[in-house]
């Protein structure tokens, strides 16, 4: 399961890594990452950053995009075909 935002939020202060080191890392603005942190856009790209930045894999840090969902389910309904 994903972590929450305030989850999030607290892995990068333990980490010691600010939004703006965050945006940097990623090529975007800080808003774009604390929009990313907090649910309200996705970005792959800052999610990835992110979740490195936290030491983990980026499923573990956000839910899964829809179509990563999407195709997990399709491969699942395969498989029990």
Request: net charge positive.
């Amino acid at each position: 399961m994903a972590l929450t935002a305030t989850e999030r939020k607290a892995r990068l202060r333990e980490a010691g890594v600010s939004q703006s080191t965050a945006a940097e890392k990623a090529g975007v603005k800080p808003a774009m990452v604390s929009m990313v942190i907090n649910g309200k856009t996705r970005s792959y790209r800052v999610e990835r950053v992110l979740a490195e930045l936290m030491g983990l894999d980026r499923e573990e840090a956000f839910e899964p995009h829809l179509r990563e969902a999407e195709a997990r389910t399709r491969f699942e309904q395969r498989g029990a075909a």
